[in-house]
Each structure stands twice: as C-alpha cells, then as structure tokens.
T-cell receptor
Framework: ETGVTQSPTHLIKTRGQQVTLRCSSQ?????VSWYQQALGQGPQFIFQ???????GRGNFPPRFSGLQFPNYSSELNVNALELDDSALYLC??????????????FGSGTQLSVL | QQQVKQSPQSLIVQKGGISIINCAYE??????FPWYQQFPGKGPALLIA?????SEKKEGRFTISFNKSAKQFSLHIMDSQPGDSATYFC?????????FGPGTSLSVIP
C-alpha cells in the first residue's frame, strides 16, 4: 500500500506568478482534500475532490483551483500568487463512505515561498 | 461556529508525566472528533478519534475525554515520552470537511 506523495517538496515563486502542486493519493482512496497550513497554525481547508468533481470548498478565493484525475491523483493551482500564499500545502487522501471521509491520510506537503 | 478552539498553545511536560490538551467547539453538527499528531517536516497523522455518543476512548497511552453538554473534549497522554514531542491538533468533522484547531506544541523533557 503506497502512501500519499506530494511534489515538489519545496518551491519558491515571485508575487504574481502561477504555481501547480501535485498529489498522488493512497492506493484505494477516492477522495482528495487540500489544506493550507501557515507557520504555527492549523491546516485550513481549501477544497475537496471526489470522483473528479469539487465536493466542498473553504474560504479561499477563486484563484485557488484544483483538479482530480481518473486515477484519483490531484493538482492544486494557484494563480496571481500573493505574499500571504506562503505556506505548507498539504494533500490528504481518504476513502469516502456514504458522503463522509473520516480518516485523512496526509502527505508531507509542499512548502511554498512567495517572494 | 465553524471554529475549533484549542489550548494551551504550547506545553512542556516531564518524561513520565501526563500531557493534557483541551479543545472546544460551538457547532453541534460536528459528529466526529479526531486528533492528529504532526512532526516537523511531516504531514499530520491520525492519532485517535471519538464520536459524541461516547464519553471516553482509550488507545494505549492516549485517551480522549468527551463532554457533549459542554461541547469540550480533551486529549490525555499518559506516561509522556520524548518521542511524543510534536504538534497536536484537535479537529471536528462537519459534513465532509475536517476543521482543525490551531495546534498545541508539546515538548517532553527527560
């Protein structure tokens, strides 16, 4: 059973640029959630994808968008990067049972720095 | 109403002591309360979880106490070890979204 893998591990961008982060789900999981974790804070829910469709969104602007592919891997795209976007971006996969994903399995994250 | 509050922000405990982290919530629609453990450079990992119809759940040295009427729950780590030094997050499930508290940094000193 493979775990959740994220790439790249670290990324440096400048303000205004666009970035794509990638996530491979744990084998057998059908749901992917993305979280933003600022330094010293808890993870904040960005959005969730279930069977290639967005299945819930947190309080993030539309410049944060995502995709889920048929193999359940996922991408997070952020346009027009701002300095406050600097954070650890976490992907979590889970098995959705009847509309609920109780157990999240996290990757190690992508550390994004916006200069 | 979507918030989960957590205290203390940081905690220092002697090896062998009991670590206690407290959380509170407002939204009675929350129906599943997990705790996650995060080491530096890693993502959070599920530690233990409880449903609101249970007042206590114990797994090894880790115990969750749940007070539904007070809308509070806590994590107790018995016989704390230096390897338990990490950041702990309480969380709550709202529909299909897990909402995290701000975290507690635990240091267990020899």
């Amino acid at each position: 059973e493979t775990g959740v893998t994220q790439s790249p591990t670290h990324l440096i961008k400048t303000r205004g640029q666009q970035v794509t982060l990638r996530c491979s789900s744990q084998s057998g999981h059908n749901t992917v959630s993305w979280y933003q974790q600022a330094l010293g804070q808890g993870p904040q829910f960005i959005f969730q994808y279930y069977r290639e469709e967005e299945n819930g969104r947190g309080n993030f602007p539309p410049r944060f968008s995502g995709l889920q592919f048929p193999n359940y891997s996922s991408e997070l795209n952020v346009n027009a990067l701002e300095l406050d976007d600097s954070a650890l971006y976490l992907c979590a996969s889970s098995l959705d049972r009847g509309g609920r994903s109780e157990k999240l399995f996290f990757g190690s994250g992508t550390q994004l720095s916006v200069l | 109403q979507q918030q989960v509050k957590q205290s203390p922000q940081s905690l220092i405990v002697q090896k062998g002591g009991i670590s206690i982290i407290n959380c509170a919530y407002e939204n009675t629609a929350f129906d599943y309360f997990p705790w996650y453990q995060q080491f530096p450079g890693k993502g959070p990992a599920l530690l233990i979880a409880i449903r609101p119809d249970v007042s206590e759940k114990k797994e090894g040295r880790f115990t969750i106490s749940f007070n539904k009427s007070a809308k509070q729950f806590s994590l107790h780590i018995m016989d704390s070890q230096p390897g338990d030094s990490a950041t702990y997050f309480c969380a709550a499930l709202h529909y299909d979204k897990v909402i995290f508290g701000p975290g507690t940094s635990l240091s267990v000193i020899p």
